[in-house]
């Protein structure tokens, strides 16, 4: 996980961390034992980096910044937690902990609205997605689905796909 302590590194996820308090790391809250909201953060990791690189490019900061604006609302931008960022099913999902009954519905509005966002963007690289990798679920660029190996289904075929895998690729082979 910790692939660059640098200093410049730690300098970096602080002053971020210090912007938005929600993405500093204590641990993996799923990893029973490791989180402790008392244990002082390393910044060796934050948040953020567990947002894959593409979505990363695509969002951030604009998506902390949306979600620091509903926190502030209830005044809740250093109480809130993620309890899991991650990709399922090719899009993001951003899963958090509770959280005042005010900005509940905003809060679920903005993470509904990057998965569905991410659907649109390159996991990979950032640029607008137009291919679907099956098998492991991805959304792609056409550059980054040369680089895979598996097949692709552009994304404007995909109704066309769903209605029938096996005879779509026997129209199409690729
Ligand atoms: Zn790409």
């Not at 210090?18 to 034992?33: H, M, Q, S, V």
């Amino acid at each position: 996980m910790i692939e660059n302590n640098s200093i410049e590194k730690i300098e970096r996820n602080k002053a971020l961390c210090e912007k938005y308090p929600f993405l500093t790391w204590r641990g993996d809250p799923l990893y029973i034992g490791s989180y402790s909201r008392d244990r002082e953060p390393t910044y060796e990791f934050t948040w953020e980096d567990e947002v894959p690189e593409g979505w990363r490019k695509a969002f951030c900061p604009q998506m902390w910044d949306e979600l620091k604006a509903i926190l502030e609302k209830a005044d809740y931008v250093n109480e809130f937690e993620f309890v899991q960022i991650k990709e399922k099913f090719g899009t993001l999902r951003l899963y958090s902990g509770a959280c005042p009954e005010e900005i509940y519905k905003e809060l679920s509005d903005w993470e509904a609205k990057y998965d569905e966002l991410s659907t649109h963007v390159c996991i990979n690289c950032g640029k607008p997605a137009t291919q679907m990798t099956t098998g492991w679920i991805t959304y792609v660029c056409d550059d980054c689905a040369k680089e895979i190996s598996g097949r692709t289904v552009p994304i404007k075929d995909l109704d066309e796909y769903y209605k029938n895998p096996k005879k779509y690729w026997e129209e199409h082979q690729n």
